[in-house]
C-alpha cells in the first residue's frame, strides 16, 4: 500500500485496549501512516499468517511514533513466512512492557524481519523474533540519527525444541547510540540451528549499568559472532558485558571490537566454552587509546574439553590499571593466548590482575 499521493496526514491514536489485526491464509497488510500516531493501554496490532502464503506484514509510517503499554506482533503457523513488521518515524519512542516481536510457532515458514528507521529513536522496551520450530528467526535492522536503549532487551532466539537458525541483528546509527541495563542477544537453543550474528556500527557507543551483548549456542553448528565497530569512543561502564558462549561441539563465536578509542571500566569482555567447542576469539583494534581499569576484565576460559580462545589487542596506547586479562581452564582444554601490540612503546600498568591462569 503506498502513500505517496498523499500530502498531508493527521494524527492517529489507538488506545484502551483496542486492536488491529489480521489473519489467514497469507494473513493480509497493515499499513497505518499519520502525523503524530500513538498507541497506547495495551492496544495490538496483529499480522498472523496460518496457511502456505507469505505474511503482508505490517507497515507504521508516521513524524511521531510513540507505544506505550502496547505490542506490535506478526505471527507464522504454517508453510508461508511471517510478515515484515516495519516502523518508520522521525522521532520513535517504545516503552512501557511494550513489544515489538515475529514468532514462527508450529510452523515451517520463516518469523518476518523487523525494520525499524529513524532520526530519534528510544527504546525502554521489548524487541524480538524467535522459532519454536521448523522456520528460522526473523533478522532486526535497525538504522538511525540516535537510539537510546534502556531497561529492556532485543533479541533473537531458536529455542529449545526447534530445528531452525537464530536471526541476526543488524544496528546503524550514525550519531550516538547507548545502551543503560538493556541487553542485546542472539542464542542458537535448537538442536540443529545456527546463531545469529550481531553487527553493530555507531558514531559512539556508550554501555552502562549492566548494558549487555551476548551471543550463545548450544549444538554443533555454526556460532554466532558479535561484531562492533565504532568511528569515536567505546565506553563499557558499571558491569557491562560483552560476551559469547558456547554449550556444544561447535566453536564459539569471535568478538570483533574496532573504535578510535576504548574505556573498560568495571566491565567484561568474556569468551567461554563448557563443552568440546573451542572459546571464540577476542579481537580488539583501537586507533588510540585504551584504557582498562577499576576491576575490569578481559576473560576468556574453558571449562570443558575444549580450548580458550585467543586474544589479539591492537592499540596506539594501553593503559591498565586494577584490572585483568585472563586466559585460563579448569578441565582438559587448553589456556588461550594473548598478543599484545602497543603503537607507543610505554604501557602503564598499575594492579595488573593477572595475565594467564
Not at 558479535?226 to 568478538?255: D, H, Q, W, Y
Not at 576473560?299 to 594501553?318: D, K, L, V
Request: charged fraction near 15%; aromatic fraction near 4%; avoid cysteine.
Amino acid at each position: 500500500m503506498s502513500d505517496e499521493n498523499i500530502t498531508s496526514f493527521g494524527d492517529i491514536q489507538v488506545s484502551g485496549k483496542s486492536f488491529v489485526s489480521t489473519t489467514g491464509d497469507g494473513g493480509g497488510e497493515i499499513a497505518i501512516a499519520g502525523r503524530n500516531i500513538s498507541l497506547a493501554e495495551r492496544s495490538l496490532v496483529l499480522a498472523d499468517n496460518q496457511g502456505n502464503r507469505d505474511g503482508g506484514g505490517i507497515s507504521i509510517k508516521g513524524d511521531s511514533l510513540v507505544i506505550n503499554q502496547s505490542n506490535i506482533s506478526s505471527n507464522t503457523y504454517g508453510a508461508g513466512n511471517g510478515g515484515i513488521i516495519r516502523l518508520n518515524a522521525k522521532n520513535m519512542t517504545v516503552e512501557n512492557n511494550s513489544g515489538v516481536s515475529t514468532a514462527n510457532e508450529q510452523s515451517t515458514g520463516n518469523a518476518g524481519v523487523i525494520q525499524i528507521n529513524a532520526d530519534s529513536l528510544t527504546f525502554r522496551a521489548g524487541l524480538n523474533t524467535n522459532t519454536y520450530s521448523q522456520g528460522n528467526a526473523g533478522r532486526i535492522n535497525i538504522v538511525a540519527n540516535s537510539l537510546q536503549l534502556e531497561n529492556g532487551g532485543m533479541g533473537s532466539q531458536a529455542d529449545f525444541g526447534s530445528t531452525g537458525d537464530a536471526g541476526e541483528i543488524d544496528i546503524n546509527v550514525a550519531g550516538p547510540m547507548i545502551m543503560k541495563s538493556f541487553g542485546i542477544q542472539t542464542d542458537a537453543k535448537s538442536e540443529k540451528g545456527k546463531a545469529g550474528t550481531i553487527d553493530i556500527r555507531a558514531n559512539s557507543l556508550r554501555m552502562e549499568s549492566k548494558g549487555g551483548i551476548l551471543s550463545r549456542i548450544f549444538n554443533d553448528n555454526s556460532p554466532g559472532e558479535i561484531k562492533i565497530n565504532v568511528e569515536g569512543s567505546l565506553e563499557l561502564l558499571n558491569e557491562s558485558g560483552i560476551n559469547t558462549n558456547t554449550f556444544g561441539a561447535s566453536n564459539g563465536g569471535n568478538i570483533s571490537i574496532r573504535a578510535n578509542s576504548l574505556l573498560i571500566d568495571s566491565s567484561q569482555v568474556n569468551s567461554f566454552t563448557t563443552n568440546t567447542g573451542n572459546a571464540g576469539t577476542i579481537n580488539i583494534n583501537v586507533s588510540d587509546s585504551f584504557k582498562f581499569q577499576n576491576g575490569a576484565l578481559l576473560n576468556f576460559q574453558t571449562f570443558g574439553m575444549g580450548n580458550a580462545g585467543t586474544i589479539n589487542i591492537s592499540a596506539n596506547s594501553f593503559q591498565i590499571e586494577g584490572a585483568g586479562i585472563i586466559s585460563g581452564t579448569s578441565n582438559t582444554g587448553n589456556a588461550g593466548e594473548i598478543n599484545i601490540n602497543i603503537s607507543v612503546k610505554s604501557m602503564p600498568v598499575q594492579n595488573l590482575a593477572s595475565l594467564v591462569q
